[in-house]
């Protein structure tokens, strides 16, 4: 008798904020990665890399790439988005736990590649901004995120 296994369809979603030519090497190192880590993977089917260069995470209003992946995953096309990590996803918390349970919902698993966090695995609790990442996670986060922090020249007062 033959097990059947269900293929997993499997996009990547990719963002670098700026244009700036090292900036740019990342974003084309992370399209070439995914690529290649999806096709080398057993049950696994390229569905496509979503790509946004350029365009900040702390809103996904004009991040094109991102709502046409989420237009596809409503479609059913997707059943799991791989992504660096969760700054990439979304910088903004409100738009990352929307997305992530809307997500979960759909059936869709969010891998988060640096953090390695699944979202639609026991612990992966996105129920609640204060618990959005294990602490793991926001050990992993709060670097990068306070490091680009101080590399801003200060907000003049008004």
Known sequence: MKTHYRVLRVAAYCRVSTKQEEQLNSYENQVEHYTERINSENGWTLEGIYADKGISGTSVKNRDEFNRMIRRCKQGKIDMIITKSIVLFARNTVDCLKYVR?????????????????????????????????????????????????????????
């Not at 059936?107 to 602490?135: C, L």
């Open 102 to 158: 809307m997500l979960n919902e759909l059936g869709v698993d969010v891998y988060f590649e640096e953090q390695g966090i699944h979202s639609n695995q026991p612990g992966a609790d996105f129920t609640s901004p204060s618990t959005a990442a294990s602490p793991k996670a926001n050990r992993k986060i709060s670097a990068p995120t306070l490091n680009g922090a101080r590399h801003r020249p200060p907000v003049k007062a008004r």
